[in-house]
């Protein structure tokens, strides 16, 4: 698994561990989720119940593929942060991540506050 040799997942995983609920009872969603590979972090490492938004459809089906390529069950689903729609159809998450998501935005603020 890479990120067991990446330094920044190191680092990350000391300071989740004293911070986040282990077990398959926890569910998880990474807001802007391709690749995947944090999805496979928080399901290894935690045995989080995993599920990844993603904006764009083609990577939603290649992070899918991804994932179950590696025996990592989860859900991805195909939908905009700021559209209520998807969110509807699922319940409330135990824990809302994202890296590399809010950049993208003028005004990190309304990403920021859909995380909440």
């Known amino acids: 698994m890479f990120f067991r040799r990446h330094h920044t997942f190191r680092e990350h995983h000391a300071i989740f561990r ?19 590979r ?9 045995g989080h119940d995993v599920t990844g938004l993603e904006y764009i459809e083609e990577s939603c089906h290649k992070c899918e593929a991804m994932l179950a390529a590696k025996c990592v069950p989860a859900t991805v689903i195909h ?10 159809d699922h319940p409330l998450w135990d824990v809302v991540f994202s ?10 603020s309304p990403a920021i506050e859909r995380h909440l």
């Open 79 to 88: 939908g905009d942060l700021f559209e209520d729609e998807w969110a509807a």
């Open 38 to 46: 944090l999805m496979e972090f928080f399901h290894r490492m935690y």
């Open 18 to 36: 004293q911070l986040l609920p282990a077990g398959p009872h926890v569910r998880m969603i990474e807001l802007g989720c391709f690749p995947g």
């Open 99 to 108: 890296a590399g998501l809010i950049e993208h935005f003028d005004d990190s």
